[in-house]
């Protein structure tokens, strides 16, 4: 008896801490933030983005960076890309959907966490609310435009979100089926400013051969980006999701900023130590 009433209460304290992130006062806060960094940015007086970090879906603070980039350059259709989503709940788009009234595809090769994931957006905010889309698949890049094509979303989307633990850049790299005016990214801050890429392969998983031995540096990341007609403005505190927006979008209002500039933080210098035993093995430059 006891323990059934310890679990009833475990899980109604976890779903009224959930629906506490898009409750009307959460809302309302958040559009008041939207609204005041309008007004900020409308007088030329905006704050640095690394400023703006909040946690409320996202890993990090990333929700709180996006909530600033989308105020200063506009929400647009409020259409997003997620690869490598996991259930689209503790995810960087999940607060734009459920506070914001975004659409858009979440892709993960996990079906448990897609299952999860879907229930969740049933249910929350309103079983009546147009929900986001759900692909079960992994994710290459002879495959990632044709996924995301066969779901209907083609041309100009508002936010691209990848996070893969492995080969990110390769994917976003391949893309050419969506056109993003911002990118959210994983790199791997272990290879500090090495301008370095891993091969491609498509049928790697974590941890492959070795736990570091994935991925993208920064400065590679950085680089595709500006080949692709991005700069980089910004990443969460730890430095390995790298935030880039469209050169033509708010150049003034956010500048460009250096990859040294985001890998400061304690753990990203740490990290670098873990780079020792694989620095000999194959990379290409980015």
């Known amino acids: 008896m006891i323990n059934s009433v310890k679990n009833f209460l475990k899980k109604y304290l976890l779903i009224f801490r959930?629906?506490?992130?898009?409750?009307?006062?959460?809302?309302?806060?958040?559009?008041?933030?939207?609204?005041?960094?309008?007004?900020r940015a409308a007088s030329g007086n905006p704050p640095a983005l690394k400023d703006t970090g909040l946690k409320v879906f996202s890993q990090h603070e990333e929700?709180?960076?996006?909530?600033?980039?989308?105020?200063?350059?506009?929400?647009?259709?409020?259409r997003f890309v997620e690869i490598g989503s996991n259930d689209g709940v503790n995810s960087n788009c999940a607060n734009l959907i459920l506070n914001f009234g975004w659409y858009g595809l979440f892709i993960d090769g996990d079906k448990t966490a897609l299952a999860r994931g879907r229930r969740f957006y049933q249910?929350?905010?309103?079983?009546?609310?147009?929900?986001?889309?759900?692909i079960c698949h992994k994710v290459t890049r002879e495959n990632v435009n044709q996924?995301?094509?066969?779901?209907?979303?083609?041309?100009?989307?508002?936010?691209?979100?990848?996070?893969?633990?492995?080969?990110?850049y390769w994917i976003w790299d391949a893309?050419?089926?969506?056109?993003?005016?911002?990118?959210?990214?994983?790199?791997?801050?272990?290879?500090?400013?090495?301008?370095?890429?891993?091969?491609?392969?498509?049928?790697?998983?974590?941890?492959?051969?070795?736990?570091?031995?994935?991925?993208?540096?920064?400065v590679a990341m950085a680089n595709l980006a500006r080949r692709k007609g991005y700069r980089l403005v910004g990443a969460n505190d730890y430095g390995h999701n790298l935030i880039f927006?469209?050169?033509?979008?708010?150049?003034a209002l956010i500048p460009e900023v250096s990859v040294e500039s985001l890998l400061t933080h304690p753990?990203?210098?740490?990290?670098?130590?873990?780079?020792?035993p694989i620095k000999d093995w194959e990379y290409l430059k980015g």
């Not at 959930?18 to 007004?39: H, I, T």
């Not at 929700?63 to 409020?78: E, R, Y």
């Not at 753990?267 to 020792?276: C, G, I, N, P, W």
């Open 245 to 251: 927006i469209k050169e033509s979008l708010g150049a």
């Open 267 to 276: 753990s990203a210098v740490e990290s670098r130590k873990d780079f020792e």
């Open 18 to 39: 959930v629906w506490d992130k898009f409750s009307p006062a959460a809302q309302a806060a958040q559009r008041q933030l939207f609204l005041y960094y309008q007004e």
């Open 147 to 168: 996924l995301i094509g066969e779901a209907g979303l083609l041309g100009e989307i508002d936010l691209l979100s990848i996070d893969l633990d492995g080969y990110d």
């Open 175 to 218: 893309l050419s089926v969506v056109s993003p005016r911002v990118v959210i990214i994983e790199t791997h801050v272990e290879f500090g400013l090495n301008n370095i890429v891993v091969p491609y392969d498509p049928d790697y998983t974590f941890p492959g051969k070795h736990p570091v031995y994935h991925g993208a540096s920064p």
């Open 63 to 78: 929700d709180g960076l996006l909530l600033f980039i989308f105020s200063v350059i506009g929400m647009g259709q409020k």
């Open 123 to 134: 249910r929350y905010p309103d079983p009546w609310a147009y929900h986001p889309q759900f």
